[in-house]
């Protein structure tokens, strides 16, 4: 990694935000409006982190956790109040305009594209913006829009797309002028399952295809898990883990919570089952009456569910990947802090 | 009958509310000092000032001592009432009910244990209450400062005269521009209707240059309008220009349409809402 | 700015007003609704100032058909202002919505790509009515209209247009420093109060400050000046590369006062 040149470069950038508090009651307000009391908000602190050309990051936190003022501090949209961030080797609040038509920025929460017109007289807009040669524009405009799936949706105004149309579009917008980095700050938040996945797709593929840059956040593991080569983890404000995401899915990532609901008639849970459990390597996380959870190993899971069927009455099962907070817990666990530096 | 009865049940209880939601409009309006400070205590401060050197302008050039009856010190005294008065007058921007009907969260009226009306008048109430309080401060530190140049009301009687008309009238236009509003569920040029509102009242109100100066037929077609009685017609009181059987007029016209406009929103509200839910958006 | 970005920004400023052509074919009762309105806007000014001729001949060196002139600037600024700059009037809100993010990473300039997004048709059809005033003005106030007055005029409009550029970048900038604070209405009160006479009324002092310094009255008196042969020809070069100078210097002050942009919480 280090024999690449970064082109994104964060050094001990902190990000203070300052909002006003304000006193409850009459008296409070009247106190506040005389003299305002302003408290700090460290949103980021001390973040460290470098990215080498054709890098596929993913920028995983909780709500709050500072992700997206993190991709805001990096596109320059709001300067860092200490630190450095470089952008191509130039602080990113100071980018020039050459600089900016090399990035691209997608907000999931957030569109940037003109809400009552169709979205392809926006991307006439965005070639204007970025001086994309007519030709090429065309090429992309179709080649995008058939990797997406949404070519014939092109002329419809976007407030009558779907969630998913509409995030769809805002990728190809994003796309169009040939990005070196781009940044997409949850893009799949809300989405159904099939868009999400089309959406991961077609940014794997940009990325193998054309070396492009990806700094993708999500507070969805699912997403960085099927995307990214690389994870960085924020917690409130701070790196927490840094490296790759291979080794980390080989400890963690792997395992499965199973959350399995038992009939009336079922045998309920009792501690001589634990020697089942031990076969497979799975533990017992959570037990109510009639539903019980367990963690598992991926490559335990499929043998260990049918072995819950043998055991018990089961009524309804859910397996899901290991949530965002148990995993966190883990690495606190285990010391594993910053792997990377 | 039903309705006006349970309407009358009511009334006890949201009267309790009213001081609760003045309250609540206060922390909003000052939740932005900077903004609050220019826009309560400055608004309407600048064009008097220039006007007042226009007057001079134009008596500098005329050589006359009076226009229409007025003294160059009588325009600025009638200046100075407007500005004072132009600040305890709703402004528009105030009532953004246009927006959260296009927005769609109007339904929270719906499921609300109060009648938007309450809301209404609670917030007018707080609105008012600091108006005056800046009105108040304004004509203080001008009375402070230019003493003998700064008017004073001709009588105690004309205050309370002038206050009445003034407090009905700012009602009319709080109405009105509810009445606007509430357009809003059905057309979404609300925003171009309340300006329009506004240019045309600023006018007819006196407030860009006096009825006086204007041709007669024109004052005697504005004297039968809300606007007037609010601005032009109290600064005259104040100035002594009018006298009792005047002011008498100019409740009984208020009254009119403050009962009329009152009447006329409270249709508009029940009909807008009605399509509103039944649109079912 | 090179020839290379000046294009860029005339071309997108195309698109925009496509964008705005677009957008327009499908509300009508608005459009006419808003015309109607400036119009509204128009008539209460010529109203006022109908009235106070009707008792004078002269106000600060300024005849009723000369002050036409001035009411006809007004009025081709503003119309202006409502076909190109209309999106500044939320400015204030939409900085603190954070609705800025999104044109601080285009490469374009921030302040021209947000400003002007939002082209009105219906602007267009005040400034027909304006431009038709302001003729109808300058046809009283001129006793012969020759080729050279008609490009004077032209010159006047453009300098009416860009000091109406420099006052809402001004206007940005005020919110930008009281940021969250909705003072821009303030402001905007106060500079059209100035506008709507001519400077002239102020004392000496006021009046340049007015005219060359926060340029409130250059909307108005300078083109006006221009058009009715107040300046001598070197003095209108002299001022209007001042007003160009300062303009430049108005925006790159909006562009360091961006710092203080906060974005939202997203
Ligand atoms: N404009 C702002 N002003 C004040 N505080 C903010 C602002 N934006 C974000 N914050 C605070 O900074 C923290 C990080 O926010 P954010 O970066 O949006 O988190 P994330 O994207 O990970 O959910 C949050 O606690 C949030 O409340
Ligand atoms: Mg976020």
Redesign the interface.
């Known amino acids: 990694m280090s024999i690449h040149p970064s082109i994104l470069e964060c050094r001990s950038v902190g990000k203070v935000y300052s909002a006003q508090v304000r006193g409850a009651g009459t008296l409070g307000i009247l106190r506040g409006f005389v003299r305002r009391q302003v408290r700090e908000h460290v949103a980021l602190a001390n973040i460290d982190l470098a990215v080498a050309p054709g890098e596929i990051v993913g920028l995983i936190g909780a709500n709050g956790a500072g992700k997206t003022t993190l991709v805001k501090c990096l596109t320059g949209i709001i300067p860092a109040s200490s630190g450095r961030c470089e952008l191509f080797g130039h602080d990113a609040f100071a980018l020039t305009r050459a600089d900016k038509r090399r990035l691209s920025l997608v907000m999931g929460q957030r569109s940037q594209l003109w809400w009552d017109i169709p979205a392809i007289d926006s991307f006439r807009l965005l070639r204007e913006i970025y001086q994309v040669d007519a030709a090429r524009f065309e090429r992309r405009v179709r080649e995008q829009a058939e990797r997406l799936d949404v070519t014939d949706r092109l002329q419809v105004q976007l407030r009558q797309l779907s969630l998913g149309e509409r995030m769809k579009m805002e990728i190809i917008g994003a796309f169009l002028h040939d990005p070196e980095v781009v940044f997409l700050d949850e893009p799949t938040i809300g989405l159904d399952l099939l868009s999400q996945e089309t959406i991961r797709t077609f940014l794997r593929e940009v990325n193998r295809e054309r070396r492009t840059t990806v700094i993708l956040t999500s507070h969805d593991m699912a997403d960085i898990e099927e995307t990214c080569d690389r994870l960085v983890i924020l917690e409130a404000g701070r790196i927490l883990f840094d490296g790759d995401l291979v080794g980390l899915r080989r400890r963690f990532v792997g395992r499965r919570a199973v959350e399995v609901h038992l009939e009336a008639n079922s045998r309920p849970w009792s501690a001589e089952l634990d020697g089942e459990l031990e076969r497979f390597g799975a533990v017992l996380v959570r037990e109510a009456p009639r539903a019980l959870t367990f963690e598992v190993d991926a490559e335990h899971c499929q043998p260990f569910i049918q072995h819950l069927f043998d055991l018990f009455q089961v009524r309804d099962l859910a397996v899901e990947r290991q949530p965002l907070e148990n995993l966190i817990r883990e690495i606190f666990r285990t010391g594993e802090l910053v792997e990377a530096s | 009958m039903s309705r006006a009865r349970a309407l009358a049940a009511s009334l006890p209880e949201e009267l309790h509310l009213l001081p609760y939601v003045a309250a609540y409009e206060w922390r909003k309006a000052t939740a932005f000092r900077a903004g609050f400070v220019l826009n309560a205590l400055l608004r309407g401060v600048p064009r008097p000032v220039v006007m007042t050197l226009v007057y001079l302008a134009m008596f500098r050039s005329t050589g006359a001592a009076e226009i229409r009856g007025y003294t160059f010190v009588d325009l600025v005294h009638f200046l100075v009432w407007t500005a004072a008065i132009q600040k305890c007058i709703p402004d528009w921007r105030s009532l953004d009910l246009a927006e959260q009907i296009f927005d769609g969260y109007v339904t929270k009226y719906l499921v609300m244990p109060v009648s938007y009306f309450t809301l209404l008048w609670g917030r007018f109430l707080q609105f008012t209450a600091v108006q005056l309080l800046a009105a108040a401060a304004f004509w203080c530190a001008g009375a402070l400062v230019l003493h003998s140049w700064w008017p004073q009301p001709v009588s105690a009687v004309a205050l309370a005269q002038a206050a009445t008309l003034l407090a009905l009238g700012t009602g009319c236009y709080l109405l009105t521009y509810f009445i606007l509003n509430c357009l809003a569920f059905w057309l979404d040029v609300v925003w171009s209707l309340l300006n329009m509102f506004m240019f045309v009242a600023a006018f007819m109100s006196g407030m860009l240059v006096p009825v006086a100066l204007m041709p007669r037929a024109v004052r005697g077609v504005l004297e039968v309008t809300f606007p007037y009685w609010t601005v032009n017609a109290p600064v005259e009181l104040l100035l002594g220009r009018l006298g009792p059987a005047d002011f008498r007029f100019g409740l009984a016209v208020l009254a009119t349409s403050f009962v009329a406009l009152h009447g006329l929103a409270f249709v508009t509200w029940r009909r807008g809402l009605r399509r509103y839910a039944g649109v079912g958006t | 700015m090179s020839a290379n970005?000046f294009v860029?920004h005339l071309?997108?400023a195309?698109?925009?007003a496509?964008?705005g052509v677009?957008?327009k074919s499908?509300?009508r009762?608005?459009f006419w609704?808003?015309v109607?309105?400036d119009c509204?806007?128009y008539?209460?000014h010529v109203?006022?100032f109908e009235?106070?001729y009707?008792?004078?001949?002269?106000?600060?060196g300024w005849n009723r058909e000369q002050f036409r002139v001035l009411l006809g600037f007004l009025f081709v600024s503003d119309a202006f202002m409502m076909v190109w700059l209309g999106q500044m009037w939320r400015f204030w809100r939409d900085l603190k919505d954070?609705?800025l993010?999104?044109f601080?990473?285009?490469?374009?300039a921030t302040l021209f790509?947000y400003g002007f997004q939002q082209f009105s048709v219906e602007g267009c059809v005040n400034m027909a009515v304006a431009m038709t005033y302001l003729a109808y003005g300058i046809g009283r106030a001129c006793e012969h209209v020759t080729l050279g007055l008609v490009l004077v005029t032209l010159i006047a409009v453009a300098v009416s247009w860009w000091v109406r550029t420099i006052l809402v970048t001004f206007y940005g900038l005020v919110d930008l420093w009281?940021l969250?604070?909705?003072?821009g209405?303030?402001?905007n009160?106060?500079i059209h109060?100035?506008a709507d006479?001519p400077a002239?009324?102020?004392g000496a002092r006021v009046r340049t400050f007015l005219l060359y310094i926060l340029p409130v009255g250059a909307l108005t008196q300078v083109p006006a000046g221009m058009v009715l042969g107040r300046y001598t020809p070197l003095g209108a070069v002299v001022a209007v590369g001042w007003l160009g100078m300062l303009g430049v210097g108005m925006f790159a002050a909006w562009n360091r006062g961006f710092?203080r942009?906060?974005?939202a919480?997203?």
């Open positions: 970005a860029q071309r997108i195309g698109q925009y496509r964008i677009i957008r499908q509300f009762v608005e609704s808003q109607v309105m509204c806007w008539a209460s109203a006022v009235v106070l009707a008792h004078v001949d002269d106000i600060a954070g609705k993010d999104s601080r990473v285009r490469p374009g790509l009281l969250g604070s909705d003072a209405q303030f402001v009160e106060a109060a100035v006479r002239d009324v102020f710092r942009y906060e974005s919480m997203g």
